[in-house]
């Protein structure tokens, strides 16, 4: 009898054990904190995003362009609030660090209607259903370098969100500038932060993400 016990014993410990770990692996893989920053190799360890009415899970990029930093910060705050991962876009040909040499060169572009190579891309772009895309409002526009992006890619189908920086000038037109270039995508009201509300934009990004029906449920 006292066999019996022990055995009895041992079995209900192990079901715990492995009910628990189950637990911890579920959790840590829901939470979309992989890390990833590797969308240019196509890399995604975790599934992240935000989920629909329905609880499925929408697998979300955020892709932006800083110059300054501004930028960088709000795009770093919809990952970490998302758990997407994300890509920056990198010149080819690195822009100047000089603030008056690149007001230049930004109104140059767009005279030219310049297309600004970018190093790297971004490989399986069709896994996500959710675009984050962030650029710095240069001359009342986006950089010509995000034209260089929608240029290369195909978003239709997928959710596309703008994001932007400016000293006061707003997201301008570019909300339907980009339902123009990506007629076949779902473009939704964009997110404006100023440059000296960037470097603390989490409850902006939170409350942005509320409103669109963006944030993770």
């Not at 006292?2 to 192990?14: D, P, R």
């Not at 526009?141 to 929608?150: A, E, G, K, Q, S």
């Not at 000038?169 to 909300?175: A, D, E, F, P, Q």
Request: net charge negative.
């Amino acid at each position: 009898m006292k066999k019996i016990f022990t055995v009895f014993m041992a079995l209900a410990f192990l079901g715990v054990f492995s009910a628990c770990t189950g637990s911890e692996e579920k959790k840590a893989f829901s939470s979309g904190q992989s890390g990833c920053q590797g969308a240019s190799q196509g890399k995604t360890d975790s599934p992240g995003g935000a989920s629909d009415g329905a609880g499925k899970d929408k697998k979300s990029l955020v892709v932006y362009f800083s110059w300054s930093g501004n930028t960088e910060r709000v795009a770093e705050s919809i990952q970490s609030q998302t758990g997407a991962d994300i890509f920056e876009i990198i010149p080819a040909e690195p822009y100047s660090d000089d603030y008056d040499t690149v007001v230049e060169v930004a109104r140059e572009e767009q005279r030219e209607n310049a297309r600004p190579v970018i190093s790297g891309s971004i490989e399986n772009i069709e896994q996500y259903d959710v675009i984050y895309v962030g650029f710095p409002n240069w001359w009342g526009d986006m950089p010509m370098i995000l034209y260089t992006f929608f240029d290369s890619y195909d978003l239709s189908g997928k959710t596309v969100a703008l994001f932007c920086t400016s000293g006061g000038s707003g997201l301008s037109g570019t909300v339907n500038e980009v339902k123009n270039l990506e007629p076949g995508a779902e473009v939704t009201s964009g997110l404006h932060i100023g440059s000296g509300s960037a470097s603390n934009p989490d409850n902006a990004v939170s409350e942005w993400l509320k409103d669109t029906g963006l944030a993770e449920q």
